[in-house]
């Protein structure tokens, strides 16, 4: 082992907290290493994010082609190449990774590539070299949930699913949280006969059921098992799996199975050693600051077993670099928005009320269907829901329709603020928008809506 230079930080990992961590440390004039043994970018860059949306805008591009003849054009029926889709992927995720590695360097971040370990206090190894350590930040990510009954058997899961060349004929999908929807919608416009299987009674679990309603109504291609597990799985492809239903034993014959139950924190060795110690989600407990139970090492990310999104790791990176360099408050986990990249998108942002506050709640409405911009656009399905508190304060917005991850921005902004309803509508709302809405929805709940009956 040899020992090497001594560094003010230290971090393992190099997704979207890690690298973030990294960059803003030597910005503040931190000596800084990063050490990273697979690609530059982490799961959200190189097997989650970028490669799913990459694929779903293609998606897209083909389902409005075909809807080409409402718009006065006619075009031949499309064709689908899925090796030159999985080609292009491949370039928009290399691009990008191989960005993250040139501002690591730009800022003068020491890179290692290796897998790194914590070697006791103030102490990280990294391949053959121990390096010292003033602070380490562990930003090691996650896995696939893999149970052992899906095991082998050249099951998928993200780890796999992108380096796929051909589409299969059919496919099950386990699990209708994000993930699982994305993937859904994705294959089923690709071709695919998919099947999805939950294990709950709906899916989007975490969203609330009347958006859980709704985007099932919409899955018109897609067959759908919920409050259904699989106990049992012969064959290695083609596959049949066994189901335990409400309504008995049922058979679903695939081709192919992507499993999409879930993440687990990648906890680097000598965790333990150090006196980092465990959460009951079975990640690394932190504090308010991203501090573990060892003095000077930190944990952000999906490692923490909490809130494994990109953007909420960049934070935390932000809060613990703070907090190592002396200045900062601490992390806040208030109105994190959820963006599903399905069709149409789903995005929402807010705490859900009790049953108790649903009682005294007020909600607004507006249907995308009576929007001026949707018209334009052929766009039918989707809807905005705004709930405030008796008082009049927005605390949840729901958007379903075109471009819902990208307006729910200006929804957790009201939110976070406190904004009541006529705050929110102080503002203009240029027309024709598809911003417009969330206005309308507003106006809803105000009773001012001069384009509902």
Known sequence: MVMAEAYDLMVIGAGPGG??????????GLKVGIAEDSRFGGTCTNTGCIPTKTYIESAALLARIREAEKFGIRVEKPTVDFARMKARKDRVVARLSK???????????????????????????????????????????????????FAERGIWTSDE????????ESL??????????????LFSTLGVEVTLIEALDRVLPLEEEHISSYMTKLMRRIRVHTSACVTHIEGSGPY????????????????????????????????????VALNDSGGIAVDGHLETSAPGVYAIGDVTGEHMYAYVASREAAVAVDHITGSGTGMSYRNIPSAIFTRPEVASVGSTPSAEESANERTGTFPLSALGRAR??????????????????????????????????????????????EQFLASYFPHPTLAE?????????LGTNVHQP
């Open 437 to 445: 809405i969330l206005k309308e929805a507003a106006e809803d709940l």
């Open 99 to 149: 960005g993250v590695e040139y501002l690591l360097k730009q800022n003068r971040v020491d890179v290692f590539r290796c897998a790194a370990d914590i070697a006791g206090p103030g102490l990280v190894t990294a391949g053959d070299m121990r390096l010292k350590a003033g602070h380490t930040i562990i930003a090691t990510g996650s896995n696939p949930r893999r149970p052992r009954l």
């Open 161 to 168: 699913v992108f380096e796929v060349t051909e589409l299969p």
């Open 172 to 185: 099950a999908i386990i699990g209708a949280g994000v993930i699982g929807m994305e993937m859904a919608h």
């Open 240 to 275: 049949s799996l066994s189901l335990d239903t409400p309504e008995g034993g049922k058979t679903v014959d695939v081709h192919k199975v992507f499993l999409c139950i879930g993440r687990q924190p990648r906890i680097p060795a000598g965790c333990m050693e150090a006196g």
């Open 19 to 28: 690298y973030t961590a990294a960059i803003l440390a030597a910005r503040k």
């Open 376 to 421: 334009t656009m052929e766009a039918n399905d989707g809807y905005a829901r705004i709930t405030t508190s008796p008082e009049g304060v927005i605390k949840r917005v729901s958007i379903v329709g075109p471009h819902a991850t990208d307006l729910i921005s200006t929804a957790a902004l009201a939110v976070d603020q406190g904004l009541t309803a």
